[in-house]
């Protein structure tokens, strides 16, 4: 199976919190992406997490690791037609350089 | 610079034909990665590059790619003897040493 799994859709109404969900395989996972691509644009960081956090909130942003599930999730408070993209979940472990991305959550924002 | 750009952003080619995919890093990254991304997928790791020094290619798929960094700055991905299945964005990123990844905008290739 995949290293890193995510929900391939999530639709939303303007003004409700939209949760992206991510699980993980490997239990050495140090640090925790959430990725975002807009159309034409590149990958954009949105807010990493270690893996000796359980949340880190940022404005409307929050992440929620939860180690013993290995399980990440980001909640994007207030959403808006603005956030509609596609966020990406990625992991890396403390001795590899490279992060393993998942297949990408298509949010769809609608009024 | 702001950001990091690649060049060109889309490629049209015939295949058989080389193509060479440009990347041009956040200035003082030492650290610069390349990426393919299929459509419905995540960037999939191809090599990345220290200063000059290439650190890992394990991620190219076979001996048509190659990568090259000669000045520790600017960085080229050539493809040679394209075929369709090369189709994809190809991502490039940079960082400071090993650290958090910073992604340009793609190079879209398609492969007639």
């Known amino acids: 199976g995949e290293d890193v799994e995510q929900s391939l859709f999530l639709s939303v109404r303007e003004g409700d919190s939209s949760v992206i969900n991510c699980t993980y395989t490997d239990s050495s996972s140090t640090y925790l992406y959430w990725y975002k691509q807009e159309p034409g644009a590149g990958l954009q960081l949105l807010t990493y997490?270690?893996?000796?956090?359980d949340m880190k909130q940022d404005q409307r942003l929050t992440v929620l690791l939860n180690k013993k599930d290995k399980h990440l999730s980001l909640r994007i408070a207030d959403t808006q037609t603005g956030d509609s993209a596609i966020y990406f979940c990625?992991?890396?472990?403390?001795?590899?350089?490279?992060?393993?991305f998942g297949r990408g959550t298509s949010l769809i924002v609608h009024p | 610079g702001a950001g990091v750009s690649q060049s060109p952003r889309y490629k049209v080619t015939k295949r058989g034909q080389d193509v060479a995919l440009r990347c041009d890093p956040i200035s003082g990254h030492v650290s610069l990665y390349w990426y393919r991304q299929a459509l419905g997928q995540g960037p999939e790791f191809l090599t990345y590059?220290?200063?000059?020094?290439?650190?890992?290619k394990s991620g190219l798929p076979n001996d048509r790619f190659s990568a090259e960094r000669p000045e520790g700055s600017i960085s080229t991905l050539t493809i040679q003897r394209t075929e369709q299945r090369d189709s994809a964005m190809y991502r490039c990123?940079?960082?400071?040493?090993?650290?958090?990844?910073?992604f340009g905008p793609g190079t879209r290739l398609l492969v007639l």
């Open positions: 990625a992991e890396r472990t403390g001795g590899s350089y490279i992060p393993t």
């Open positions: 990123a940079s960082s400071s040493y090993q650290e958090t990844q910073y």
């Open positions: 997490i270690f893996s000796n956090m």
């Open positions: 590059f220290n200063y000059e020094a290439q650190q890992d």
